[in-house]
C-alpha cells in the first residue's frame, strides 16, 4: 500500500533563517507530488505541483521553492523565511492519471517568529 | 476564480444524517465533483467524488443534481468524529491541480 511522509511535523524558525521540508511517498512510482499551504483562519493554496523528477510548477510567486530530486522525494526550501510563512504546510501525491483523488501527509506546522 | 459555493458553517446532531450542500452551477462537461474533509490540525481526506452519477461509498454519497449544477454530500450517521471543514471542488479529472475552497465546517453535536 502507498504511504506518504512527511517530516518534521512540528517547526519554530527565526526570520531570515532557512527552510528545507521533506516528503516521500513509498509504494507508487511516478507519482505527482503537490505542497499546499495553509494560514492560520485560511483554506488550502496551492504552491507547486510536480508530475516528474526535476519538473515543478509553481502557483504562487513567493520566497519558497520546491525541488523533486528523485521520483518519490518532493522538498520545499526557503533561502530566508518570512514572518508571512508561517503557516501549516502539506504535502500530497496523486497517481498520474488518477481517479480517486490526492492522499495528504500530516502537515508540518511553521511557525516563524 | 472560485468554481463553488457552500455554506460556512452547519450544525448536525449525533446519530442523525448530514446533508452538505455545494453549487457549481458553471460546472463543464468533463469537471468531475471531488468532496474532502479537514479534521482540525490534520490533511485533507478524500471522501468521494462523481460526474454525474450518484455515488456511495463506505464513508459517504453524494447526490449531483440532473444539471449537474449542484450537489450533496450525505453521512448517513453523523458522529462526533464527523466534525470537520467539508470541502467541495470541481475539476477535470486529469488536471494536475486540486484548489480547495473555504468548505463547510461542519459540527456534529452529543
Known amino acids: 500500500s502507498q504511504t506518504i511522509h512527511q517530516w518534521p511535523a512540528t517547526l519554530v524558525q527565526p526570520v531570515g533563517s532557512p527552510l528545507s521540508l521533506e516528503c516521500t511517498v513509498e509504494?507508487?512510482?511516478?507519482?505527482?507530488l503537490y505542497w499546499y499551504r495553509q494560514a492560520a483562519g485560511r483554506g488550502l493554496q496551492l504552491l507547486f505541483y510536480?508530475?516528474?523528477?526535476?519538473?515543478i510548477s509553481s502557483e504562487v510567486p513567493q520566497n519558497l521553492s520546491a525541488s523533486r530530486p528523485q521520483d518519490r522525494q518532493f522538498i520545499l526550501s526557503s533561502k530566508k523565511l518570512l514572518l508571512s510563512d508561517s503557516g501549516f504546510y502539506l504535502c500530497?501525491?496523486?497517481?498520474?492519471?488518477?481517479?480517486?483523488?490526492?492522499?495528504f501527509g500530516s502537515g508540518t506546522r511553521l511557525t516563524v517568529v | 476564480d472560485a468554481k463553488t459555493t457552500q455554506p460556512p458553517s452547519m450544525d448536525c446532531a449525533e446519530g442523525r444524517a448530514a446533508n452538505l450542500p455545494c453549487n457549481h452551477s458553471?460546472?463543464?462537461?468533463?469537471?468531475?465533483v471531488y468532496w474532502y474533509r479537514q479534521i482540525h490540525s490534520q490533511g485533507p481526506q478524500y471522501i468521494i467524488h462523481?460526474?454525474?452519477n450518484n455515488e456511495t461509498n463506505e464513508m459517504a454519497s453524494l447526490i449531483i443534481t440532473e444539471d449537474r449544477k449542484s450537489s450533496t454530500l450525505i453521512l448517513p450517521h453523523a458522529t462526533l468524529r464527523d466534525t470537520a471543514v467539508y470541502y467541495c471542488?470541481?475539476?477535470?479529472?486529469?488536471?494536475?491541480?486540486?484548489?480547495f475552497g473555504a468548505g463547510t465546517r461542519l459540527t456534529v453535536k452529543p
Open positions: 500530497a501525491w496523486s497517481l498520474p492519471a488518477f481517479s480517486y483523488g490526492y492522499t
Open positions: 509504494g507508487t512510482s511516478n507519482p505527482n
Open positions: 510536480s508530475v516528474g523528477i526535476g519538473q
Open positions: 458553471t460546472i463543464s462537461g468533463n469537471e468531475y
Open positions: 462523481g460526474l454525474k
Open positions: 471542488i470541481v475539476r477535470v479529472r486529469n488536471n494536475n491541480d486540486m484548489r
